[in-house]
């Protein structure tokens, strides 16, 4: 029964990805306004993140058993995707976060209801205050983005953060925290779930570009909190840890699509939208990775640590968006991130490191040899799939985009960064990437022959 659910989730999830492409696709050249509903508008970033959410419900539906208010929750979720109103946007934030805590108002546990609310509450208080100072209430008019505030924005970050999980959960001492220690203990294994619906708040963050362009205070701000959380995932994942969920590999992951989100960028939105897909590859990766044994070989095409897969590629976007904005130590933040999340998974691995081709093909396709295989097929998909589904909403944005970096399509190299001046400053061959980020392959590889022997000897 276990085996046959997993199998529907993976149908749901090609389905998912197949309907969310399609949608993607038909609005890159401009978006899609119903005539006789103007409630109803898809813009590319729209169709994105739609993708995104149905995957994520397809994981969820093949990975976990979710109660009816779940799903209640994803598909109150879509309806902030579908709509330019700020009233709707907001009411479908703060009902399916009501849905997704159902268990809280059911057992009328109020006080953590309200922490559960928080996120929404600051959001309504955000774009329902902007929209209340200029009258506007659709983030199409052209004059939505003149009450556009420091506050605003500081509301619209605040949100972000609270809704990922990633402040409420790991970044309070304990005496703050919404929920008991033990009671978080207790619902550790049930935590990837919520950090799947937690993607859903930087819908709002990267909005905020339609509304004009950012000031550098704003970008600054969104660039140390993200790379605060790169960092303390980093921190997190070279101490010693039982299982892949205490890593707090995920929240860095989203630190990471929140910092590459305040560079302003094309390249940067384009970062944190790979970011976001990654997220959810990778999550569902961790979760299969601690149900079955996995061969090395799967370890390392999940880890990153081999070039052209999906992390790898995530990672590489990510600096080349750093780099291109001149902001150094967030490359280096970037870097570690990558880096740790090898190592992490490379600790996983059953045999030696110089038994990496000793290969059970049967064991290969049981474990996670399929979602190995899948973060191949991406990364080498990826010059495509930014030309196809993710630069348009650049392309969307960039009225409140910077031009301090941009990304090429070359069909015989791959992925060319840019910076203001059309200077390259990263290039990334879909086929010739075997020095690109050797370092970081090589590190990996040497820190597991490490692992190895501290284990050995004890």
Request: glycine share 8%.
């Amino acid at each position: 029964m276990e085996l046959l659910r997993q199998r529907f989730g993976l149908g749901i999830a090609a389905l998912s990805g197949v309907v969310g492409y399609a949608i993607a696709s038909y609005v890159r050249s401009q978006p899609w306004q119903a005539s006789d509903a103007l409630w109803l508008r898809i813009d590319a970033l729209s169709a994105i993140f739609l993708m995104v959410m149905l995957l994520s419900l397809a994981c969820l539906t093949g990975l976990a058993r979710l109660a009816w208010h779940k799903y209640a929750a994803f598909g109150t979720l879509l309806l902030a995707f579908l709509s330019p109103s700020l009233v709707l946007i907001c009411l479908a934030f703060l009902i399916s976060t009501l849905f997704w805590h159902y268990d809280l108002l059911k057992s009328r546990r109020f006080v953590a209801l309200a922490g559960q609310l928080a996120p929404s509450l600051l959001l309504c208080c955000a774009w329902l205050g902007m929209g209340a100072s200029n009258g506007v209430w659709n983030y199409t008019a052209r004059s939505a983005g003149e009450a556009l505030a420091s506050w605003v924005f500081a509301l619209t970050l605040g949100a972000t953060l609270l809704g990922g999980h990633s402040l409420l959960r790991h970044s309070l001492p304990d005496w703050l925290r919404l929920r008991s220690v033990q009671a978080e203990q207790h619902s550790e294994a049930l935590d990837w779930p919520n950090s799947l619906f937690g993607l859903a708040w930087l819908y709002p963050l990267l909005r905020l570009y339609s509304f004009g362009p950012w000031n550098n205070g704003w970008s600054l701000a969104t660039l140390l909190a993200g790379c605060a959380l790169c960092l303390w995932s980093v921190s997190q994942s070279f101490q010693a840890r039982t299982t892949l969920a205490e890593t707090g590999l995920v929240y860095g992951w989203i630190g990471l699509a929140i910092a590459t989100a305040g560079l302003g960028s094309a390249t940067g939105v384009s970062a944190a939208l790979v970011a976001l897909i990654c997220i959810v590859w990778l999550q569902s990766a961790l979760i299969v990775l601690e149900q079955h044994r996995n061969e090395p070989i799967q370890l390392w095409l999940i880890s990153g640590a081999v070039p052209i897969t999906l992390p790898f590629v995530a990672v590489w976007l990510a600096m080349s968006a750093a780099l291109g904005a001149g902001v150094l130590l967030a490359a280096g933040a970037f870097w570690l991130l990558g880096l740790s999340s090898a190592i992490a998974i490379l600790r996983l691995a059953p045999k030696r490191t110089d038994e990496l081709f000793d290969i059970s093909w049967r064991s290969f396709w049981q474990g996670s040899g399929l979602l190995a295989s899948l973060s191949l097929i991406l990364g080498l998909w990826m010059p495509g799939l930014l030309d196809q589904i993710i630069l348009p909403v650049a392309r969307q944005l960039q009225g409140g985009l910077t031009p301090y970096g941009d990304l090429t399509i070359w069909p015989w190299l791959g992925i060319s960064a840019v910076n203001s001046g059309r200077q390259p400053i990263a290039a990334l061959p879909s086929l010739l990437l075997a020095a690109l980020m050797l370092v970081l392959c090589a590190l990996a590889w040497l820190t597991a022959r490490l692992f190895e022997r501290h284990n050995d000897d004890q």
